[in-house]
């Protein structure tokens, strides 16, 4: 019998315009994997950034060492699911962190992600906001309404089992996300939603880590109206079709 891999953890880290939460956000997971024994690799997935993002990656990649920082760039904007999808291919851990770049969400979580997903023998863990000690910080009543909300619609018509289906910090195994990546079929913020619901659909298990949910210090929030509008079509194309 063969042995068991050891784990490897690889964090996928798309951006676009986070020169300044960059360097920021590297340092705290390199910090957080040497304190904790975790082996790693950081790919960041950058999609043409204007801002010079890619630039600060080359530069991480140099401090770091190419074996832990991994640049993997983009021509130009072409969503989230194909991001992951595209730095799914260069990753070399068995565990996947999939989170975002502008510091809202904090590494400090992942050994907890860890200690979770050992805990359970769980496919999935997930970062709640809204269960436990979970929390959100920096937004104002309309974000956190427009999260709520969402959060609700989709629990009210989807009932898929776990308590925070927006947010977008999560530690998957490998080959649970590969699966996930072929069945899903949303873009941009209903894509994380649907991979909770078809994880559901396929039997895996989902465990859940409450988080605080910092709203980024740097930068401008991606969450506009055309955002809100094609996640009320997406929640109920799921609802169709699931």
Known sequence: MAAPRPERLSVLLPTYNERD????????????????????????????????????????????????????????????GTAYIHGMKHATGNFIVIMDADLSHHPKFIPEFIRKQKEGNFDIVSGTRYKGNGGVYGWDLRRKLISRGANFLTQVLLRPGASDLTGSFRLYRKEVLQKLMEKCVSKGYVFQMEMIVRARQLGYTIGEVPISFVDRVYGESKLGGNEIVSFLKGLLTLFATT
């Open 21 to 80: 939460n960059l360097p920021l956000v590297v340092w705290l997971l390199v910090r957080t994997f040497r304190d904790s024994g975790i082996d790693f690799e950081i790919i960041i997935i950058d999609d043409g950034s204007p801002d010079g993002t890619q630039e600060i990656a080359e530069q991480l990649e140099k401090i770091y060492g190419s074996d832990k920082i991994l640049l993997r760039p983009r021509p130009r904007k072409l969503g989230l």
